[in-house]
């Protein structure tokens, strides 16, 4: 069974940083591209950022370009975003989502329950 877990939100304040980690299991997640998607309160999912299989690909929404850096650790089967610069605007319920394939030109096909992230003073 394919299983997503994020971790690592929380409440910040505008200007800080949050690591978000997501732990996947079930499959092999070496052999994936990964992603990282957000929803705002009565927003639709705004896609955030996105890795190949091997790490060596990513991508980033121009929202969070320069402030945001994806990674992942297949040793260890998790995938990171760490968030720096945060600002108010990125408050959301932030979730990884596998893709079907080695590449994000394939579709997602699973995600995880989601973590909170609230940037507020």
């Known amino acids: 069974e394919v299983q997503l877990v994020e971790s690592g939100g929380g409440l910040v304040q505008p200007g800080g940083s949050l690591r978000l980690s997501c732990a996947a299991s079930?499959?092999?997640?070496?052999?994936?591209?990964m992603s990282w998607v957000r929803q705002a309160p009565g927003k639709e999912i705004e896609w955030v950022s996105r890795?190949?299989?091997?790490?060596?690909?990513?991508s980033y929404a121009d929202s969070v370009k320069g402030r945001f850096t994806i990674s992942r650790d297949n040793a260890k089967n998790t995938l990171y975003l760490q968030m720096n610069s945060l600002k108010p605007e990125d408050t959301a319920v932030y979730y990884c989502?596998?893709?079907?394939?080695?590449?994000?030109?394939?579709?997602?096909?699973?995600w995880g329950q989601g973590t909170q992230v609230t940037v507020s003073s």
């Open positions: 989502a596998k893709y079907s394939g080695s590449y994000y030109s394939t579709p997602r096909d699973y």
């Open positions: 079930g499959f092999t997640f070496s052999n994936y591209a």
């Open positions: 890795i190949n299989s091997g790490g060596g690909s990513t």
